[in-house]
């Protein structure tokens, strides 16, 4: 038996004990069936947190190797890792919404059907609000008041190549710049 449980039914069967005088029957189940509900609420509220928490870092890597494609930003090792991660593991993780949109963002890129960049800055501020929305789902959060016009990607022109590389290296230290 779970040692949640029996902890649970240690302390439900002292209560039963000590309140059959003063309470009667109809009380003590009440009062037990109370306990039992409430613990099995923060349990199952435990678990959703823990499920957030993993698609969350799911997430993030997600969106950190494609930042890889963006003009200021552009780096063929993210851009790869970025492939490679929703082929191989997005597929399963992420919801259907959210590979609609990575797959959208990737057409983007095809050189016989031109998008200029404020496209791709709305697929990309759409993918972001998608991914909120899943994980405050989870959690029973509302859902994000974000607009897609207030999430963009900006890069700095003055960034050293040397100091980007190394800023990516301790990023992703899987991938070799």
Known sequence: MDVTISAILVQA???????????????IIGSVITILIKNRLELNSENKRRIRDEKEKQYKAFLNNLLGFFEKWKDDA??????????????VYASDEVLRLAYSYIKSFDKTKPVNDDERQQIYANLVITIRNELNKI???????????????????????????????????????
């Open 78 to 91: 993210l851009q790869l890792q970025f492939m490679w991660e929703m082929y191989a593991n997005a597929a």
């Open 13 to 27: 069967g002292k209560f039963i004990i000590s309140s059959f005088p003063t309470w009667g029957v109809g009380g």
């Open 139 to 177: 959690t029973g959060v509302s859902k994000s008041k974000l607009k897609a016009e207030e999430i963009k990607i900006y890069g700095l022109d003055n960034v050293n190549e040397k100091v980007k590389k190394q800023f990516l290296g301790n990023m992703h230290p899987k991938i070799n710049l």
